[in-house]
Every structure is written in structure tokens, then in C-alpha cells.
């Protein structure tokens, strides 16, 4: 499979249709208080960098990197990809991607919310394997049991 990673194309169907059901997911493995997945509206923010990853012309995932209010620190947003594709690396390539967007914009520490649940072992090894460590809460979430936040230090 040969991927390509390239901003996304938000207002194109099949990626509201993968936004779509990355939500539904996130609903599915996480009461609602706790689901912290963007609504595609949400994901036109100026802050906010979106990429979508395809196999020639078929959406395979997406990925996204926030810049937060210190404007030195990012945060990883929307990673997500499609079920069928699960666990041949795509996770990894993209976050790959945005690690190296994030060293481009000299940001000093990225840092990510993901599920504490069963459901999103797989996230939490891909970032452990990226040395990404337990952190409390940022920016603006609060303590929540179904939440494991992480945090990486760039140099």
C-alpha cells in the first residue's frame, strides 16, 4: 500500500463521512462527557491542521495537530483510521507526520487526550512506542476517569 498523507479536504464527502464515524466510535467506546472527538465544523478552526491519508483515491485515515493558546505547545487531534487498515502502520505513519509538522513549528511539548478504556490499548502502545508519557490534564480538560492524557517533550 502506498499512502499519501496531504491536508484534508473538509468539505469532501467521504472524509465527512470518515469524521463521522471516528464520532460514532468515540461515542461507542466512551460516555458522551468523556468523547472529545471534533465535529467537522470544529476542525475549520485556524488552529487547527487537518490531514487526510489515501491509497490513491480511497481515504484511508486522518490526523490532526492543534496549535494551543501558549502557541509553543501543539496537541494531537482526530487520529483515526479505517477499520479494515487497522494495524499495518498507517497510525504510525501518520503520527510521524505530525510529530515532524510539530518540530517544524518549534513546538516545545505535544500532548494528547485518548481513551482509558480497552477500546484504545492500540492508541496508547502507538504513542508509548513514540515515547509519549502520562501527564495530568491540559489546556482546557478537566480529571476524568475515562481519559489517559500524554505528553511529549521535544527538543
Known sequence: MKVSIAPADLNAEDFRGLIGA???LMLETSPPESSHALKIEAMKAPELTVWEMRDGDKLVGCGAL???KDGRSGE???M???AQ???GGLGKSMLRHIM???EERYYSRVY???GSQPAFQPARALYESHVFVACGPFGDYKEDPHSV???KVLD
Open 76 to 78: 494531537i487531534k482526530a
Open 85 to 87: 487498515f487497522r494495524g
Open 149 to 151: 492524557f500524554m505528553v
Open 112 to 114: 494528547l487526550e485518548t
Open 66 to 68: 492543534k496549535r494551543l
Open 22 to 24: 471516528h464520532k460514532s
Open 100 to 102: 515532524s509538522t510539530a
Open 80 to 82: 483515526h483510521t479505517v
